[in-house]
């Protein structure tokens, strides 16, 4: 008898399997649903031009909202594709209340080295290592600014996610599975291309 080969670990199954604990009625599973998830909504909301400090008020709205609504989502398996709707929803709404203009402001408002700066660095690493990365680190996001809004939009999605699969990417960025792969591979290309054209940049 061949045995069925395993589920792939993936973030959108890891997701499922915590939302089912939660409706369970293991709460602290809730609390790793929030942990794993938080990087890629975060990321998602600030694709659409929002500030930080706009973004942690989408991304508190739409945890309550999934708290509250949790019954609504009948199949756990498309909860990760609800955090990802009800996130850009909650977004566009926040953003047209607040007068935002969208096309104008896709690129971030410059705090990504603030939000690198928060990953953990080696307690060994001297301070002049630490100047060398931040500096690094700005020079990368001033080259993702420069990107189509497209292309910025999936690179900061698939910097911060954790483990992103293609499923989550494409609900994410609300494209075609098919397309991620391709257009990932142009947008790299072309952020190569500007890095390897920046004198201060160092690989």
């Not at 959108?12 to 089912?20: D, N, P, Q």
């Not at 080696?122 to 993702?144: G, I, S, Y």
């Amino acid at each position: 008898m061949i045995e069925a080969a395993p589920e792939p670990d993936t973030l959108v199954v890891r997701a499922c399997a915590a939302f089912e604990l939660f409706r369970r009625g293991e709460r602290t599973a809730f609390d790793t649903l929030v942990e794993m998830l938080t990087p890629l909504l975060w990321h998602t909301v600030r694709s659409q031009g929002l500030d930080s400090t706009a973004t942690e008020d989408v991304l508190q709205t739409v945890w309550l909202t999934l708290v509250r609504s949790a019954d609504a989502v009948r199949d756990s398996r498309t909860v990760v594709k609800w955090l990802l709707v009800t996130s850009r929803r909650e977004a566009w709404r926040v953003s047209k209340r607040d007068g935002m203009d969208r096309a104008r402001t896709l690129a971030p408002r410059g705090d990504e080295e603030d939000e690198a700066s928060r990953l953990p660095v080696p307690e060994e690493q001297l301070p002049e290592a630490l100047t060398m990365l931040r500096h690094r680190d700005q020079r990368l996001w001033t080259h993702v600014r420069g990107l189509p809004a497209r292309c910025q939009e999936m690179l900061r999605v698939i910097a911060f996610a954790d483990r992103p699969d293609y499923a989550a990417l494409a609900e994410a960025l609300n494209m075609p599975v098919g397309s991620i792969g391709p257009t990932r591979g142009r947008c790299l290309a072309r952020l190569r291309a500007q890095l390897a054209d920046d004198p201060e940049w160092t690989s």
